[in-house]
């Protein structure tokens, strides 16, 4: 499904929408669009869940492509197949200094661990020696697994999958209401009505 949002001629993309049009990427589309530029901060929200999202003149992150990769993560969320696109054509001597101009910065040092987790390439940065340690995904609007501390980044990877196959899951309102019905648990008392034979000879 392809989906429209009425465009103006004062508005810009920001984030991975700017991104995937300065790179010239073909990827599937993200859920959320960021453009800068409108008199106010709306939302609008089409009936596959897709959402546009304008922004006032003050949010512009500039026109150097580094900086909405924090925009991106700040506004858009995580989107790991638009990111492992770019860092494919990023210059990574830029790359680098952009990281090392904003060495304690939550969103420059996720950006530095996912390309080196990704593409499995060291950039050329010393380990950071302090800083608080911060989570890759946000617990409240994603589903997280255990995760595995990087002391060089001071970054704890709680996505649910490695490098090669990672599925990234939104915790969004179809799925809480899911949650809340708790299903497994209505199955649960379903199948304690029946003797355990039954349901073996069933299973079988």
């Known amino acids: 499904m392809v989906t429209t949002f009425p465009k103006t001629d004062n508005v810009k993309l920001a984030g991975y929408a700017f991104l995937i049009r300065h790179f010239n990427l073909q990827v599937l589309p993200h859920w959320h669009i960021s453009q800068v530029g409108g008199s106010t901060h ?14 006032t003149n003050k949010y512009w992150p500039g026109d150097i492509y580094l900086e909405h990769f924090e925009f991106a993560l700040k506004y858009d969320g995580i989107n790991l197949e638009i990111l492992s696109e770019v860092f ?11 990281i090392i101009s904003k060495p304690q910065s939550q969103y420059t040092r996720r950006i530095w661990y996912l390309y080196e987790w990704m593409k499995n390439k060291r950039l050329e940065i010393e380990d950071l020696t302090s800083g608080n340690y911060i989570d890759l ?68």
């Open 42 to 55: 709306q939302q609008i929200i089409e009936s596959d869940g897709r959402v546009c999202e304008t922004f």
């Open 88 to 98: 494919d054509k990023v210059n990574i001597n830029e790359l680098t200094s952009w």
């Open 137 to 204: 995904l946000d617990e409240e609007k994603y589903y997280t697994a255990q995760n595995e501390t990087s002391s060089r980044h001071h970054v704890r990877n709680n996505l649910l999958g490695n490098f090669k196959f990672c599925p990234v899951i939104r915790k969004t309102e179809v799925l809480n209401k899911f949650e809340a019905s708790d299903l497994s648990d209505k199955c649960r008392k379903i199948l304690a009505k029946y003797p355990d034979d039954f349901l073996k000879r069933a299973l079988s």
